[in-house]
């Protein structure tokens, strides 16, 4: 319930913020029956493999400057778009924020 209340704080004081006349963009959308749900690290990592089918982490490779390397690359967070539901880690803002955006606008980039 504590981060509905910031999140509507939040919004409030953006759209405060909105109100002149003179802007040149202004963009409103509702999202109707969304859920967030907060877990630790490992509970994410069962949900999105329960979701997805796929595993919550991988291993990257890439080239730099000529040389192979690699990076593990792991599950931070998720939108699921078949029960409107965000799923993030507590007080991983940039996570939970990047999904919001997924629950207002979609997909915006390429699936892994």
């Known amino acids: 319930m504590r981060l509905g209340a910031i999140v509507l704080a ?10 002149s006349k003179d802007d040149r963009y202004y963009e409103t959308h509702e ?8 877990l630790d690290d490992q509970a994410l990592q069962r949900r999105w493999r329960y979701v997805s089918g796929q595993p919550a982490s991988k291993t990257i490779k890439f080239t730099v400057a000529g040389s192979q390397m690699s990076m593990s690359d792991t599950v931070k967070g998720f939108f699921d778009y078949k029960t409107n539901t965000i799923y993030c880690t507590k007080d991983n803002f940039d996570v939970c924020g990047h999904e919001l955006f997924h629950a207002l606008k979609g997909r915006f ?3 892994r």
């Open 10 to 19: 939040s919004v409030v004081l953006v759209a405060g913020c909105a109100e």
């Open 109 to 111: 980039h390429e699936e």
């Open 31 to 38: 999202i109707k029956n969304l859920t967030v749900i907060l």
